[in-house]
């Protein structure tokens, strides 16, 4: 296991911010996770995982502790069932799944990070999301010293939540599995009206499974969400802030306030969300409020693709970020009294 000390956090981040960690640990295998973050338990020492970096704030004054980055392979696919280590690349993961013709996770295509993180954060987009695929994740819990395999039913999925983003402290993902579909060729049922759009068929059809990714991935790109080391709207961790889900009587002041700024004809994007909630876009409230692409005048700004990303222009620090977060969120409840929440993980630092 590779071992450096004040080592540089920022290159293995999107947004390329942060500070160095006293300590970082390289782990390839699952025994190598496990022994670190055992060592770490015992010894009361803090402990930062890192997988791809694409969800991490890091403060500028970096980690004071262990951070272990896990950096395990293995791809096997028996059938129609994948089983990935936690460290595999996320977007090659499903490249390979594709070329192998199984559908489900094709909608996921060009998303950044690790294997491993895509069960915390429920991750999802374009209509699909890991929990509608994922039948078992293996872990190991820090608070029993022991690897467990938790079911689909036992993850606690719901909107980029899960059971280990509620316990951010307890488990460490190992392994994850997946149920794919072989449908001849065609992809899961397109269920993202843009992509449909895109694809020329309609929502619910399916279509060649193949296109569906690259149609994704061209989509993605045009948002600037797929890495690229020479684009400054991709040095960002995607989406910023998660969609609002709000109650009803949060509902209803809010489409108040929306004709109050907008006018009584001004119609925003309401989406079901459970018995007595609805979601809406983060993304609209903040062009609304007026953080329209390419706002700022600093090293950190919107990007100039996506009002959700917030991005490193290449000389931002992590409070750079965090100033123009911070403007973005006290903006948006000024306009329409709704809270945005930030959807990475912060390090050192509150939002």
Known sequence: MQELHDAPLAPLTTFRLGGPATRLLTATTDDE??????????????????????????????FDGTALRIATTGFRLDGTRLELAAGEVWTDAVARTVAAGLAGVECLAGIPGSA??????????????????????????????????????????????????????????????????????????????????????????????????????????GKGMVLDEDDHDTWSAGSFFTNPILDDTAYEAFLGRVRERLGDDAVAPAYPAGEGRTKTSAAWLIDRAGFTKGYGSGPARISTKHTLALTNRGGATTEDLLALAREVVEGVREAFGVTLVNEPVTVGVDL
């Not at 973050?37 to 704030?57: F, H, K, Y």
């Not at 509620?166 to 009206?193: K, M, Q």
Request: with cysteine.
């Open 116 to 221: 491993g993180a895509t069960p915390v954060q429920n991750v999802g987009a374009y209509g699909q999301e890991v929990s509608s695929t994922i039948t078992e994740v293996v872990a190991y819990d820090r608070h029993r010293g022991e690897t467990v395999t938790l079911t689909n039913a036992e993850c606690a999925f719901s909107y980029r939540h899960s059971l280990f983003k509620e316990h951010p402290d307890r488990y460490v993902v190992l392994r994850v599995r997946f149920l794919l579909e072989d449908a001849e060729g065609l992809s899961a049922p397109v269920r993202y009206a843009e992509t449909a759009r895109a694809l020329g068929v309609e929502a619910g059809d399916r279509a060649e499974l193949g296109a569906v990714r690259a149609t994704v991935l061209a989509l993605r790109g």
């Open 33 to 62: 996770v496990v022994a670190a973050v055992r060592e770490a338990d015992e010894t009361g020492t803090p402990l930062l995982l890192i997988g791809g970096g694409s969800n991490l704030v890091i403060g500028d004054k970096g």
